[in-house]
């Protein structure tokens, strides 16, 4: 089991962290020092790692913060084979990160912000399943949508690997969603192409290949992972479901359109 007094000294430091916009130095070591077995495997400090983000999750949810649905996290595989591991990750959404189409981001929300483009599922059946499928999956999503996150990390420089990203949250920070909800037979989601651009510079393309060969392969992973830990997903939940392309730095004030073919564009803006 994994050392207590760690885990909250480490999910504590994140807290601060977010909260004062002051970066913190990687935490994988404080992780495999406070892991279920410390010199463990991989295996105990990615638990370990989650249970970090959970300690955050129910202090969020204690303070009276909703949760509104999850976020996959490293769902290119260039990425994950960069980070060392063959699986993505998730975190979990609340009703105070989600900003409308255009609406005004004060950047002084963030610390080193970056967007990507996705799509978001929307949920109108549970998922408890042991094991989904692509039927599954079909038959419980209500819609797509076209959406912005916004990732953000607490960690110094984005210098990350699997389990700092896992403890903070999925490098979770806010999310936009489009406002044309279409359903999933209305798009094709392999070969949907994306654009990404601020002032009309294009500065990331990519398409629904791009997110572990097509979303709903990540919405399975999702569902059955968080099936098995006894926090299905449910009817209402937001799905992100990862990056058509490559994320983009935010570096100032400005708006990032993102054009998703067949579901229309979504509109990041980001306030001084």
């Not at 070591?29 to 990615?46: N, V």
């Not at 109108?124 to 990390?153: C, P, Q």
Request: proline share 5%; with cysteine.
């Amino acid at each position: 089991m994994s050392d207590p007094k760690i885990l909250n000294s480490i999910a504590a430091r994140l807290r601060e962290a977010e909260a004062s916009r002051q970066t913190i130095a990687p935490v994988r070591g404080e992780i495999a020092a406070g892991g279920a077995s410390p010199g463990g495997s991989p295996l105990d400090d990615m638990a370990t790692a989650y249970a970090v983000q959970q300690a955050n999750v129910d202090a969020r949810v204690a303070q009276g913060e909703r949760i509104v649905g999850r976020k996959i996290g490293l769902t290119s595989l260039a990425v994950q084979k960069q980070l060392g591991v063959a699986q993505p990750d998730f975190g979990a959404l609340f009703a105070n990160m989600a900003y409308g189409d255009s609406q005004p981001m004060p950047l002084s929300r963030l610390i080193q912000p970056k967007v990507e483009a996705e799509i978001a599922l929307v949920l109108e059946r549970d998922l408890t399943y042991e094991k989904h499928t692509f039927a599954d999956i079909l038959r419980s999503t209500a819609y797509a949508l076209a959406a912005i996150e916004v990732v953000d990390s607490r960690i110094q420089n984005w210098d990350i690997r699997f389990v700092d990203t896992v403890a903070d949250n999925a490098s979770s920070a806010l999310f936009v969603l489009g406002s044309r909800p279409v359903p999933l037979s209305g798009i094709d989601l392999t070969a949907c192409a994306m654009t990404l651009s601020r002032d009309g510079e294009v500065l990331s393309r990519g398409n629904g290949a791009a997110c572990l060969g097509n979303p709903l392969n990540a919405a399975v992973w999702l569902a059955d992972r968080m099936a098995q830990l006894g926090t299905p997903l449910r009817a209402g939940d937001i799905v992100l479901t990862g990056a058509l392309g490559p994320m983009v730095a935010v570096t100032e004030p400005g708006t990032f359109t993102t054009q998703i073919e067949g579901l229309g564009s979504v509109r990041a803006t980001f306030a001084a």
